[in-house]
């Protein structure tokens, strides 16, 4: 990971998509539309979705991706546990890179966590 702070993190993050959706309105748009699309409430409820993305970020080995997800995991109401478990799948398939990755998604939501007043574990 290149910074300590997963919300650090995230925040850098945003602030270089700025420049994106200044110069490509229209893709940023449908990327956004694309999100709330997939991750609205269908035969899986959204804290559930949003847990497939946590894992899919573990196996894409994307920091930023682990951070924005974890927090949002955080705002859902999910718990540790809910997240451990669903590491422990995407370790399973993706091995030990995937579970390097699996304790960088760990140490982002329970940092969520502290700052939303949640104890994490």
């Known amino acids: 990971m290149a910074t300590e ?3 650090q993190l995230t925040q850098d993050v945003s602030a270089g998509l700025a420049g994106l959706r200044s110069s490509t309105p229209e ?3 449908a990327f956004s539309e694309l999100g709330r699309s997939a991750l609205a409430p269908g035969a899986l409820d959204a804290k ?3 847990l497939i993305a946590p894992a899919l970020s573990v196996a894409v080995r994307c920091d930023p991706c682990i951070g924005f997800h974890t927090r949002t ?3 859902l109401g999910a718990t540790r546990q809910e997240l451990d478990e669903t590491l422990a799948v995407a370790t399973y398939m993706g ?3 995937s579970l390097m990755y699996a304790a960088s998604a760990t140490a982002a939501f329970d940092e969520f ?3 939303a007043g949640v104890k994490p574990a």
């Open 27 to 29: 893709v940023m748009k």
């Open 113 to 115: 966590a502290r700052e």
């Open 95 to 97: 091995g030990g890179p």
């Open 73 to 75: 995991l955080v705002r």
């Open 48 to 50: 559930t979705k949003e």
């Open 5 to 7: 702070s997963f919300k």
